[in-house]
């Protein structure tokens, strides 16, 4: 029965997309002050939203896979390419004040700004497929791990890892929930 | 105030939901993708597609059709592009039925900082974009595909993106909203 394709796979696409963008307007992170704010460690919601979906998420995916439901989606480590590729990222999300997929969810919540920034969005996607070539031969090929998960890279188990997330994903939002009082 | 956004929280149609119940449930939309269409969260490689389709008119559809990276990320309706549209319908319902959906051209953290010009705070935000992009087409993913998706997997290529791109971003933020000596 799953995973299903075809047709029906679009109008579901629909739906899990309007659950994403539900979740993320509730989670307050289309909201450009919440996400600098986390940069400036004056506001938690990006990482309590982040860590609580990597965990919730993570632990029920190794689940469902361990009884056959799912499978895993690892995408290739380009190193070079993912440290260069993420450190670009990361000022481009504190200048713009979204990710791309905040971003697109804070255009329909009024923000202007968030509108504008979408057609940086578009000129950046078009550099990057016109460098696309050089970018493969000189950045994406170097120190390629392939789709290695850090439990294979460690040699430990995952739940080792999630347990080690949840205890420091617990003890860090204890903290932050203490300070506000 | 506090009376009240704590009785907000209760509801599910509330304005302002806990981040770790929204959190929950990305979560849970996570296990749902995963075994339902196979297909894990992610927004960038759609936009990659659809600056294709923008660019067609302008570089001509030989140009892109040909282009490298184009020639296997076609714009199409595809199930990642259909994903992107309801994002957006799912957080404008979202904030039409909280009543939060406001205009917004200047946010108040950059006002403070950087005062009421809009041509200020829209190049920010098309470099900002720009970068943003550029950066998750390099890295494999942004946010949501590399940060949460790979993420959630343990994936090696999800947490050297977290960590890189949350360093990074405080040190744009540091520099940025650094005080002024005077």
């Not at chain 1, 996400?35 to 990482?47: E, K």
């Amino acid at each position: 029965m799953f995973p299903i394709k075809g047709e029906f796979a679009l109008i579901l696409a629909v739906i899990f997309g309007f659950a994403f963008g539900w979740l993320l307007q509730r989670g307050k992170v289309t909201s450009y002050n919440v996400i600098v704010n986390q940069f400036r460690f004056r506001d938690f919601t990006v990482l309590k939203v982040m860590m609580t979906a990597i965990i919730v998420g993570g632990i029920g995916v190794l689940i469902l896979k361990d009884v056959g439901l799912a499978k895993l989606h690892i995408r290739d480590a380009n190193m070079l390419g993912t440290i260069v590729g993420a450190a670009i990222f990361g000022v481009g999300m504190v200048l713009y004040g979204y990710c791309p997929g905040t971003g697109v969810a804070a255009v329909a919540t009024g923000s202007v700004h968030a509108l504008v920034g979408m057609v940086g969005m578009l000129i950046g996607a078009v550099l990057y497929a016109f460098s696309f070539s050089w970018v493969k031969a000189n950045i994406l090929s170097v120190w390629a791990l392939g789709k290695v998960t850090l439990p294979q890279l460690w040699g430990v188990s995952p739940w080792v890892l999630y347990g080690a997330l949840t205890v420091g994903a617990g003890l860090l939002f204890y903290w932050v929930e203490k300070q506000k009082k | 105030m506090a009376m009240q956004s704590q009785t907000r929280v209760a509801s599910g149609l509330s304005s302002r939901w806990t981040p770790y119940l929204a959190g929950v449930g990305i979560g849970v939309l996570s296990w749902i993708v995963f075994v339902v269409v196979a297909n894990p969260i992610g927004i960038t490689t759609s936009i990659g597609q659809i600056a294709g389709g923008v660019m067609s008119p302008i570089i001509g559809p030989e140009a892109v059709s040909t282009n490298a990276y184009w020639k296997t990320n076609v714009m199409k309706l595809d199930y990642g592009t259909l994903f992107l549209i309801g994002t957006f319908f799912g957080a404008l319902a979202s904030s039409l039925i909280s009543r939060t959906f406001a205009i917004e051209t200047i946010p108040s953290v950059w006002l403070e900082r950087f005062g009421p010009s809009k041509a200020k705070r829209y190049t920010a935000a098309i470099v900002g974009g720009a970068l943003a992009m550029y950066g998750a087409r390099m890295a494999g993913g942004c946010t949501s595909g590399n940060g949460i998706s790979q993420g959630l997997q343990l994936a090696v290529v999800g947490w050297t993106f977290l960590m890189v791109m949350f360093t990074s971003g405080l040190i744009t933020a540091a520099i940025m909203f650094r005080t002024r000596q005077t």
